[in-house]
């Protein structure tokens, strides 16, 4: 006879046949799987409805699974959930990921995000626009073939959100609204990760208007965090501070040098040129 993986009881007749495929659990067993999966998905989503999906909370559910000794194909779907929601939070927490696109960019200007994406072009009669979202540090741009392309500023986008809609074969298609207050671009996306996108330009807007400035995650780290990099270049107009040079031989210079313990904050961060940074050297 079979025993239950979890409990190493022996399975009646009816536990057996129940479980053709996959681990063999007992019905106490699978009662209490079912309990524990639905109260981790519950704390996950908690979390997630505060960005709060970290590395350290994402170990403790490991641990929990392993404590009350889940199958791993019945933990499967629960786990991808929680990697989802830590990548989301991630993001919303103001850490965009740097991608390689394929449109040519500024000098100044990196990328975010590039998805295939459908513009529903408000008109007498909506006109569907194939083309490319790309999202950057500076703008979000919709790429075409032809002159449809548009380029939204992120000081112009006022909100964006997820919405659906179902086509006359019931299929239900994701959505991403747009709203500016001025200039084209705004309206819905159709994409195929509406959720990711709204966080990505989301949180593209709130650190460019610097709403997210102040969630860095440490502020003496050796690296400059991006969002602070685009604050600053925001803030001194992409001009060095000594002579007004614009161009691009600008640099990031700490006020108060590393050295004498200057930290990553934007406070601290200007920009210089690269001949009027040599000069200062690591005097304050």
């Known amino acids: 006879m079979a025993t239950c993986v ?40 908690q979390e997630a409805a505060h960005n709060r999906v970290t590395e350290q909370f994402c170990t403790s559910v490991y641990q929990d699974l392993t404590a009350n000794k889940i199958p ?16 989301l939070s991630t993001i919303r927490q103001g850490h965009l990921p740097i991608v390689q696109v394929s449109a040519i960019l500024d000098t100044d200007e990196y990328a975010h995000f590039e998805t295939p994406a459908i513009y529903y072009k408000p008109n007498k009669q909506v006109k569907l626009i194939n083309g490319r979202m790309i999202a950057t540090n500076k703008k979000l741009y919709f790429i075409t073939p032809d002159r449809n392309s548009m ?21 239900k298609i994701g959505l991403v609204h747009i709203q500016v207050s001025k200039g084209s671009g705004g309206g819905h996306y159709q994409v195929e990760d509406p959720e990711l996108t709204v966080a990505i330009i989301g949180t593209a807007v709130r650190l460019w208007k610097r709403h997210l400035v102040e969630l860095k995650a440490n502020p003496n780290t050796p690296g400059i965090p991006d ?16 002579c007004g040079y ?10 108060l040098p590393r050295s004498k313990g200057g930290s ?8 210089l040129c690269r001949q009027c940074n040599l000069k200062k050297g690591n005097r304050i």
């Open 227 to 242: 969002h602070v990099k685009a604050a600053v270049f925001k803030r001194d107009g992409g001009r060095c501070r000594q």
């Open 151 to 171: 380029k939204i500023d992120w000081n112009n986008v006022v909100n964006v959100s997820e919405s659906f809609t179902t086509t006359p074969k019931k299929q």
């Open 6 to 45: 979890r409990c190493n009881n022996t399975l009646s007749f009816f536990e057996n046949i129940t479980h053709l495929a996959g681990s063999k659990v007992c019905s106490a067993c699978e009662q209490q799987i079912r309990m524990t999966l639905s109260r981790l998905q519950q704390q996950i989503m």
């Open 264 to 271: 990553n904050t934007v406070e601290n961060i200007q920009l």
């Open 72 to 87: 791993p194909e019945r933990a499967r779907s629960l786990v991808q959930l929680l990697q989802r929601q830590k990548q």
């Open 246 to 255: 614009m161009g691009p031989y600008i640099e990031y210079d700490h006020i």
